[in-house]
């Protein structure tokens, strides 16, 4: 038997799916931050600076709040607002749609709710590309920010935008940035809290954890789907997956990604692993379900 029909079965089987969503599963879904699509809308940025992708090009200090603008609010309207090139969102809920699932996600582009996930079940642990927020921040609070960055990309000239389309935090007055967790300075608000809550529990109820002598009995059928995380913050989920796995003898990890998919050994009996694009996976999976 292959692993994605292992990966079928243990999907079909499962009481309830937790999936970790990270940076491959947008990069599968065509939001590449380089290559062809980034010479496309930043090719006045790359011709000034040389910046060789979208990521690193948003580290730089740029000589004016105008310009840092007109870079972020294309940055921003492009992994945000537009649709995404390939259907790869859809056919992840079309898996999961009939399942008791859940979702958390170190991504910050919205496609889960743009694809018509339930809000309720997600849980965006980094921030999001359309909120701003307080530079400081003087308060625990974030902002929609779609209209003014559709201004922006519709007003900006040379590089830049007008000065008085600059955001500006109404409480303080101060500069606002996007609400990404990058420092201490990320803004956690009444939303991030309450999804928080709602992943907290739905691990708990599904785990079914009770105590003996200190010891975690976890008894719960539950599949811990890995999409696409990478090596910068595997704390957030990756790490997690592995650990509860080993400590409930009926969970399954499976991952899924294109260059860094692995397991530890001490699962390595109740793991999944597929070495390969996730886009490709899935709609073999949606195949392979009407078999």
Not at 165 to 192: I, Q, S
Request: charged content about 20%; proline content about 5%; glycine content about 8%.
């Amino acid at each position: 038997m292959d692993n994605i029909q292992k990966l079928h079965q243990a999907m079909q089987s499962a009481d309830a799916i937790v999936v970790g969503a990270g940076a491959g599963l947008s990069t599968s879904a065509g939001f590449t931050y380089s290559g062809e699509r980034f010479q496309r809308h930043f090719a006045d940025f790359i011709r000034q600076y040389g910046f060789t992708d979208m990521y690193s090009a948003g580290f730089y200090p740029f000589p004016s709040e105008e310009e840092h603008w007109a870079y972020w609010s294309r940055h921003i309207y492009y992994n945000r607002y537009v649709p995404a090139p390939k259907p790869v969102y859809d056919n992840l809920l079309k898996l999961l749609q009939e399942k008791d699932y859940f979702v958390i996600t170190t991504n910050v582009d919205h496609q889960f709710q743009k694809a018509g996930f339930d809000k309720q079940r997600l849980f965006y642990t980094q921030g999001d590309y359309g909120l701003f927020q307080c530079a400081k921040p003087c308060h625990q609070k974030t902002y929609d920010n779609e209209e003014l960055v559709k201004r922006m990309i519709a007003e900006q000239m040379d590089m830049r935008i007008p000065s008085e389309l600059v955001p500006r935090c109404p409480v303080c007055g101060g500069p606002m940035k996007v609400n990404l967790r990058a420092d201490e300075t990320f803004v956690e608000d009444e939303g991030w809290h309450a999804a928080s809550e709602r992943y907290t529990d739905f691990i708990r109820r599904h785990l079914n954890a009770e105590t003996r002598y200190g010891t975690p009995l976890l008894n719960g059928k539950i599949l811990f789907l890995d999409l696409g995380s990478g090596g910068n913050t595997p704390i957030i989920f990756k790490i997690p997956f592995i650990q509860w796995t080993m400590q409930a003898p009926n969970a399954v990890y499976a991952t899924v990604n294109l260059g860094e998919a692995f397991t530890v050994d001490q699962i390595a009996d109740r793991s999944i692993v597929i070495n390969g694009d996730i886009g490709d996976v899935l709609e073999t999976l949606i195949a392979r379900r009407g078999e």
